[in-house]
């Protein structure tokens, strides 16, 4: 795809995430007493009879994440989960202009939700409004704060310290959202749609299935494959992953799976990044957070995987990163990135209305891809542990594959 020529729409960051959830206690005690993040307030009263949900705002450095709770029916977290397991239902971004903002879409076909919605408070002015999107059921909110200092309209701050333009850090080092990666059934309206509307551009792209590494045995009656295509937005930084199944086997692809339990397309995973990735993990296992499991035959082999692909030497030691279960890749001398991902919701809460949600932990040394080395290794890998297990009865697929990206 050649690089947009489209006007930028003045993104400068991803503000937040919105969440939508059936039991927002049970999602503060995660967020709080696992990932220790900060609590920075609640929905007041008159907003949670408005809008019909419950609401508080969980920061961690830059990555904010807006939990909602039903509160009866009709409001918009009651109309998500209606239809979808617990998951992001919008994604709020910082804008340097609204009105040019708004311009920009309205002239590209973007269809919005709200006009432009203004507020006021001692300090400064909101700017905000909302358009549909090719995610499922996730919106796109675009604001533009003028020294506004309360998160929005009728939120409670939990102390006066904690406006949005304070950062929070937190003991596992969470600096900000890396990337957000969703799945498709089928990405290429999802993907026109960024470059036509929010004239994003392409920058990576993979396409990687279970069959390129079937065993010697024979062909494969089952597998799992993807297609990944990430756009981003050149002036921001702002990345968005993006994923379909790739044949064969369509159904048994993780991303079908994937839009199975979501009940449809939308946002799978969200990348936090961390400076110090080791520190992270020893902590987070620490806390008793879960984290999806790496075959140990992926790490005899890292050390010359580590050549192939160019990286060479790394800074930490390779049983380090094998007792943490710490994935490596990159594609030149000396400069990688070391990632990680939690379990997703449902697993972690044992309920499957909790949903496919997970995150990402990322450590970037030099290397701005998104891991591709690590489908080929991870597969292959799998293909290792599962030539050491007892045959499976005729017809019985394997245990799913490690979601990626």
Known sequence: MAASSRASLGIERIEAL???V???????????????FVELGTSGPELEREGRQRS??????????????????????????????????TVVFDVEDIDRTFALLDERGGTFITDVQRFSDD???????????????????FVERRGYQNLFPGFVPARAESSPAAGAGNRFGFERIDHLTSNFQTMKPALLWMEHVLGFERLWEIAFHTSDVASASGPRAHGSGLKSVVMWDPASGVKFANNEPFRPFFKQSQINLFAEDNRGDGVQHSALSVGAVVLTIHGLRAAGVELMRTPGSYYDVLPERLKQIGVGGIDEPIETLRELEILVDGARPREYLLQIFLKEAAGLYHDPDAGPFFFEIIQRKGDQGFGAGNFRALFEAIEREQSREPSRSEGEAPARPLPRM
Do not use: C, Q
Not at 22 to 36: A, P, Q
Not at 72 to 84: D, I, S, T, V
């Open 22 to 36: 059936h039991d927002l206690e049970r999602t503060r005690r995660f967020f709080v007493d696992k990932l220790d």
């Open 56 to 89: 508080a705002a969980f920061r961690a450095g830059d990555a904010l994440f807006m939990i909602h709770e039903p509160v009866g029916e009709g409001g918009r977290a009651w109309r998500y989960l209606r239809k979808h397991p617990e998951g992001v239902g």
């Open 18 to 20: 919105h969440y939508y």
């Open 123 to 141: 300090a400064g002015t909101l700017a905000m409004f909302s358009i549909t999107t090719p995610f499922g059921d996730t919106t796109f909110r």
